[in-house]
């Protein structure tokens, strides 16, 4: 039975593969690894899923990731089998996934200029970020192979989750996190679940080369998105969202971009549901980077040594991107936005990103902290919750709407990566007048 799923180098001249109950985030010569399936899901399961959503008390059935298991059936159960579900697959009682869905939220759609947008909002997620539905599959994978301790680096919602799942698994988990980066509301869940918090001196990209190099002497089990198996989890972001347009692909999924985890899964769940014929037209993915951290966007659109990096049928110039970080390196530029959770300079997924841009003919853009705040803004006067980074969503869309880019009655979903957990940052946007939307209180 362990040979229906697999993992498997990404790099076609490579592509070593490897069984599920290995423990490795990249292939023997360094690459990103896959996820695979030998056999082919029939579409009359999204008359299934449809129906799980009257889930009768099965918490595999409440979940929102849970409830597409048949996708990511690596632990290779009878996805049928409550017993066999209850043994394998961890979950917080069903919470993950359970609530986001996509809104038509009629005050963004009239300010970026697009009616037919919705926006997923993944903050309400048990541990308040998009963070948990591919925690609950790593951390799954993790209890397959008996671990007994986790291990992360985080600018905060990566920690929260894991933290999160680790107490509810039993487990040890250690973050690493830039010092008096994090926003404090992030790192007071880590600390309230029970992590061990490191403190690295340095930014995101120091911390996570600090925790991979203590899990490679056997420290822990990483579950950053460099793990396939966390991508696995998010490919149900996509699912959920092509669910509630009835399996119709929308013309644009639109996502912040840090380290490109979420780009990455959402191509590789489109490769799969374009390959077992579960959609016929392939939506574009838009990546909105902050003006602040933006090496996508820089190497994507030929704004370093004038070349545009690409998938290039699995060949990218890997040497531009190794250029550009020592450029940034000899240069002290460092990622500098108040929008944490994308303040990355060194996307770990970037080659996974560039794949899933060129399946889906996919953009970078890049907006301001301004506009980012602005957006976020907006999402709030529509009565729903997100953090800064998930501004850089509308921020995004008006600006490619504006460019003509998006085209006015196009179809557009928008994730709204997570949940609001630094108040001071609403509170002095709305303290000062200055800003588009403030609400500036009275006395
Ligand atoms: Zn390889």
Known sequence: MLSEAFQKCIDPSCGLEYPVTDIRIECERGHLLDIKYKSKPQ????????????????????????????????????????????RYLVSLDGAEGRLSKPYHMSKVSDYVGVQNMRLQPEGYNPSGSFKDNGMTTAVTHAKLVNIKKII??????????????????????????????????????????????????????????????????????????????RIEGQKTIVFRALESLDWEAPDWIVYPGGALGNTSSCGKSLMELYEWGWINKIPRIAVVNSEGANTLYTLFNGKFEGKELRWNKGKPDTELIKNYYKFMDTNGIKPKTKATAIQIAKPANIIKGLRALEFTNGIVTQVSDSEMLDGMALVGLNGFDCEMASGAVPAGIKKLTSEGVIKKDDTVIGILTGRQKDSSIPVDYHKNPQNRFANPPKS
Not at 63 to 78: A, H, K, P, T, Y
Not at 198 to 216: C, H, M, R, T, V
């Open 152 to 229: 992360c680096a985080s600018t905060g919602n990566t920690s929260a989750s894991a933290a999160m799942y680790a107490a509810n698994e039993n487990m040890e988990c250690d973050v690493y996190i830039p010092a008096g980066e994090v926003a404090p509301g992030k790192l007071g869940q880590a600390f309230q679940f029970g992590a061990q918090v490191i403190e690295i001196k340095g930014n995101f990209d120091d911390a996570l080369s600090a925790s991979l190099k203590q899990a490679g002497k056997g420290g822990g089990y990483t579950v950053n998105s460099v793990n396939p198996f």
């Open 43 to 86: 579409t009359s399961l999204k008359e299934v899923f449809y129906k799980r959503r009257n889930h009768a008390n099965n918490i595999f059935n409440e979940s929102g990731v849970w409830r597409f298991r048949e996708l990511l059936n690596f632990c290779q159960i009878d996805t049928e089998n409550i017993d066999e579900c209850s």
